[in-house]
Every structure is written in C-alpha cells, then in structure tokens.
C-alpha cells in the first residue's frame, strides 16, 4: 500500500469553520488523506478562510504568498481555498494566486473527493454553488480518532439578519435549520464515540427552526432532547441574536441540568441611533431588559458579547452609550473589532470614522472588558465548579479542561483522564486561566 497523502489544514475565523475544517478533513480522509501539523511536508494545503473582516483575507493571501517555494520545490503539491473567502471571491482568487488549485464555498466541501480528481488531472477546481443537497448528508459518517471530549455540531447556517455591516447572508447564504433527527443521530453518533460536551452551531443559533416529526422545533425544544441522551454530560450553543432568545430558550437555561450557564449574545452598540443604523431591530435597554431576564432565570450566567467600534456615523457620545453598557451587562467574556468595511454590504457605502479615532475608542473599550473579565474570574475563586478534562497541562502531573463558564481549568492531582468530568474548587485566578483542587 502507498503511503497515505498528507493533508494540512489552516483555519480561520469561527467555530463553524473549526467544525467545518473537521468535516473537510473527514471528506478528504475517505480519499486517502491524513492531517499533518506542518504545511512542509504537506501533499495537499488547504485554508479554511473568515471573510468577516478585511485583515482576514489579506491574511489568506499573504499565507498563500509564502507557499510559493513549497509548491516551487514540490510541483505535485495542491493547494486549496475554502471558506467564505473562496465563497466571496471566487475566481478572484485563482487570478491573484494562480497556484490555487481548488477553490470551494462553505456549502459544497462535500464534493471535495469530486473536486480532488480535477485537480489530480491536472486541472482547476471551483465550486462556490449553494446547492440543494444537504452537503451533512453527503459526507462520510464521522470517524472520530483520538476524539475530544467536546465536539462542535452544526445545526444551522446562514443568516437572514442583514446586519448592515455583515457578509454572513452573502457568504453564508439564507438561514437554514438542519432536521432535528439528523442532528440527534449526530449527537448520539458522538456521545458513543466518547464526546460528552457538544457545542451546537449557527449563525445564527437560536433562530434554529429545524423539521421534526411534529412540525418545526425550536432550539429550546432541541437542546430539552439532547439533554436525555445518555452520556451525553454537557450543551452549549453559539451564536445567538437577541431577537431571538425566546421565552423558553431562556427558561432552558434555569431549568435544563446539562445546558451549561454560559451564554454568547452579541449586542455590537450601546447606542440605539447607532443599532438601528445596523439594522440590528433591538435597542440597549431592550438588550439590557433580556440580559436581566436570562440572570434571573440562571443567576450564575456568564455572559459574553461581540462589539464593533468606529461603524460609520458613531460619535463620541455614541461610543460612550457603549461603554455604559457593558458597564451594566459586566461581562465574562467579549470579541470587538473595529468596523473593516465589507464590500457589497449597505454600510459600505456610508462615510467611515477616522481610524485613529476607531483604535483609540477600540483600545479603551478593550481595557474595560478584560477588566470585567478579570473580575468575573477572580470572583470564581472559591467556588465549586464542573471541570471537563481535555488535556496535560504544562506541569507534571497536571490536566487541563473547561469550567462549566468555560473558563480554562489547570489542575494537579493522580488519576485524571482525558475526559473525566470531575467537581473543582477553584483556589486561584491566573492572567488566562484559573487553578483548583478535586473536591474528594
Ligand atoms: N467589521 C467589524 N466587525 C464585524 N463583525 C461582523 N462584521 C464585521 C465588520 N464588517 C463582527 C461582529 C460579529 C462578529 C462575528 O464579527 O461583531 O458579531
Ligand atoms: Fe451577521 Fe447580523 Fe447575521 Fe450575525 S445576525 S451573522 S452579525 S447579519
């Protein structure tokens, strides 16, 4: 037998293109491949891109950039582009980087093993459809070696929000829920394999309206059956709109044992002038009513948000309305980014903030949020939390996994494997991470 062909996965961007990366891998695993760590020594590279900010293409094309003397020294290499990049630029980029062997959007990858005999003729590939298949359908059933203890499944994409300064329902195309039997079957797929915390995906998450046998469900209703799979120890799920935290989503969260109280909400402005110009349809004190309403229901939550500093038309007073915000939410955990202007989105045509002006606001904004961060972690010492072990850590004897607030959990003591779901009493909080001892 030949030696397997080597595969090298770069990823950008989301959770959904780490889920996304895994099944591409899977795709190409039934076609011979098997990942490798390093790009040197590689049969095939393949980058996963995040068209969400400008940086972050310009960052795929410097990466391809620097595989020029690999595919110099090794002609036989292949090269491919995934993602929403490849979605948004299609054959763009096979003109900027004629190297490019492959180019495939987010919702084609299963034909990937198709796409590989073009390429092995000789031949370009590119696929950037949105077809009517369900790509999950036709991918290998999932092989799981060396599996983690947590695993992402997606069960939505797409998005039809049109926020106003967002590609998502461009690259990603219209919101679509996958069947709840489907991602039942996948769960319970996972569970047997050893997973025991499952993170569900979308975009656009609690918009999830999946087919089951009784008409449509909600993510609620799903995450209710996921927590009668045995085994089955831990449910997270991300991304979520306000819009779209219903009623019983939020009840969920007091009441459904394995859904863990961490919740990713992403407000992007304190200030209601400048959210209606995102088209985002909630306001602050909207926002704030609801972060309210999901602490009463789970007093411990941690609460985590995304922010865009400097979007066009955002004053000084408009940031500060930010700021006041996240002073009332405190939370555990945040993204921000200064606004990058997304071609064919409407805000794109609006005049921009000085980008000096965008650092500076982004830069103090930063600073409070990992002040609060510290505080939400430093007030975890002392207590007792749920830790899934996932790794070693760096010192002997010493594993590391997630708090059921998904903060980072080192722990030295005999016996913990990966995998072990173990109560801790948190004795300190590090700059990254917190440290405990096994409660007996
Ligand atoms: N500029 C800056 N940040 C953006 N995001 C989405 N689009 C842009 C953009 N054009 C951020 C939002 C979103 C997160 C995934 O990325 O905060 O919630
Ligand atoms: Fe983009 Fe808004 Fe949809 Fe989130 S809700 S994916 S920010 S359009």
Redesign the pocket.
């Known amino acids: 037998m030949s030696d397997p062909k080597k595969l090298f996965i770069r990823t950008y961007g989301c959770q959904m293109n780490v889920y996304d990366s895994e099944r591409m891998a899977e795709a190409l695993g039934a076609d011979g491949y098997v990942e490798t760590d390093s790009p040197d020594d590689a049969d095939m590279i393949l980058l996963n891109t995040c068209h969400i900010r400008e940086k972050a293409a310009e960052k795929v094309y410097s990466e391809l950039g620097r595989y020029k003397g690999l595919k110099a020294d090794n002609p036989d290499l292949k090269i491919g582009v995934a993602g929403c990049v490849a979605q948004a630029e299609g054959e763009e980029i096979m003109r900027r980087q004629p190297m490019v062997d492959l180019v495939v959007g987010p919702q084609t990858y299963h034909r990937l093993p198709e796409m590989m005999k073009t390429v092995a003729e000789g031949q370009k590939a590119l696929d950037t459809d949105f077809p009517e298949e369900d790509k999950f359908e036709h991918l290998p059933k999932r092989p799981l070696p060396n599996r983690n203890p947590t695993a992402f499944l997606t069960v939505q994409e797409g998005?039809d929000?049109?926020?106003a300064f967002?590609v998502?329902?461009y690259t990603r195309g219209a919101e679509v829920s996958r069947p709840v039997d489907r991602i039942l079957r996948e769960a319970r797929d996972l569970v047997e394999r050893g997973v025991k915390e499952i993170t569900l995906l979308g975009?656009?998450v609690n918009a999830y309206h999946g087919a089951g046998a009784d008409g449509d469900w909600t993510l609620a209703r799903l995450i209710w059956a996921l927590n009668d799979v045995d085994g089955l120890e831990r449910i997270r799920f991300t991304?979520s709109?306000p819009n779209d935290m219903d009623d019983a989503l939020i009840a969920a969260h007091g009441e459904c044992e394995k859904l863990m109280p961490y919740l990713h909400l992403p407000v992007q402005s304190g200030s209601d002038k400048i959210l209606k110009r995102m088209n985002r349809s909630h306001t602050a004190e909207s926002y704030l009513k609801l972060i309210d309403r999901i602490r009463e229901a789970r007093p411990d939550i941690l609460i985590s948000g995304d922010f865009i500093v400097g979007f066009p038309e955002e004053t000084d007073q408009d940031f500060e309305y930010t700021m006041s915000l996240i002073r009332a939410v405190q939370y555990g955990q945040a993204f921000s980014f200064k606004y990058s202007t997304r071609p064919g989105t409407p805000a794109a045509e609006r005049a921009q903030v000085d980008d000096a002006l965008a650092s500076e606001r982004l830069y103090r904004l930063q600073a409070l949020i990992t002040e609060q961060q510290r505080a939400v972690q430093n007030a975890m010492v002392g207590q007792e939390v749920g830790v899934l072990f996932e790794k070693p850590g760096r010192l002997d004897g010493q594993m590391v996994g997630k708090s059921d607030h998904l903060h980072a959990v080192h722990v030295t003591a005999e016996g913990i494997a990966k995998g072990d779901l173990r109560r801790v009493r948190i004795t300190d909080s590090g700059p990254n991470s917190l440290g405990g001892v096994l409660i007996p």
């Open positions: 998005c929000k049109f926020c967002c998502v329902p975009q656009n991304t709109h």
